[in-house]
């Protein structure tokens, strides 16, 4: 079982929906990230939490709205998506950034566009 | 942007073969992670390598990190099915925790 939860696991929605998902950890790390995979490709990075204040945006389109409450919890806020956003969203998080710690990921939330 | 090019993208062994998957960049990072992940889960990570000339084992796999700290490599021994996965390498930054994941690798096991 990963120590990374993220739900839902699959979500289902149309382009003028507003959704959420959701990541939670409970090791007391305090770097979360969030992964765009699509099939057959590597994990791409979207967003970079540190010490609860988000850190790094790779040039995200902004509906996709990331928010990290506490320590623990890390979302990701959806609203007017297209098909092409339709991917496995990963979460992960590592003890810090800025060393070779490894990242730890959760199962991902697989997100379909209608 | 620091590169990372895998090899192969896909391969598919018999039972009891051996393979080698490799992860090569111009750039040089402070480490080089492993990672495997199957359908509907998570990159889940193997090994990190941070030493030029590095090699780690773990059971029948053998990861070495070469003397630049630009590339990698995955060995797999006497493959088995349970091998059979989605094998990705990733670097990490000088700059931080930053990771450049490669193309993946998708190794199928056949009995």
């Known amino acids: 079982d990963t120590e990374v939860t993220q739900t839902p696991k699959h979500l289902v929605m149309g382009m003028t929906n507003k959704k959420s998902l959701k990541c939670e950890q409970h090791m007391g790390h305090r770097a979360m990230y969030w992964y765009k995979q699509k099939a057959k490709k590597p994990p791409e990075l979207m967003f970079v939490?540190?010490?609860?204040?988000?850190?790094i945006n790779e040039s995200v389109p902004s509906r996709f709205s990331p928010e990290c409450p506490n320590s623990s919890l890390l979302n990701l806020h959806l609203h007017a998506l297209q098909p092409e956003d339709s991917a496995l969203y990963l979460c992960?998080?590592?003890?810090?950034?800025?060393?070779?710690?490894?990242?730890?990921f959760g199962d991902g939330t697989r997100l379909s566009i209608l | 942007t620091q590169l990372l090019e895998q090899s192969p993208q896909f391969l598919s062994i018999q039972e009891g073969e051996n393979l080698t998957v490799y992860c090569n960049s111009s750039s040089v990072f402070s480490s080089l992670q492993w990672y495997r992940q199957e359908p509907g889960e998570g990159p889940v990570l193997l090994v990190t390598?941070?030493?030029?000339?590095e090699v780690k084992k773990l059971k029948r796999l053998t990861f070495q990190f070469g003397d630049a700290r630009k590339d990698s490599s995955l060995h797999i021994t006497a493959a088995q099915p349970g091998d059979t996965g989605l094998y990705l390498c990733a670097g990490v930054s000088n700059a931080g925790n930053m990771l450049t994941f490669g193309g993946g690798t998708r190794l199928m096991v056949k009995p």
């Open positions: 992960a998080s590592s003890q810090e950034t800025g060393s070779n710690q490894p990242q730890h």
């Open positions: 939490y540190s010490y609860e204040k988000l850190s």
């Open positions: 390598v941070v030493t030029g000339g």
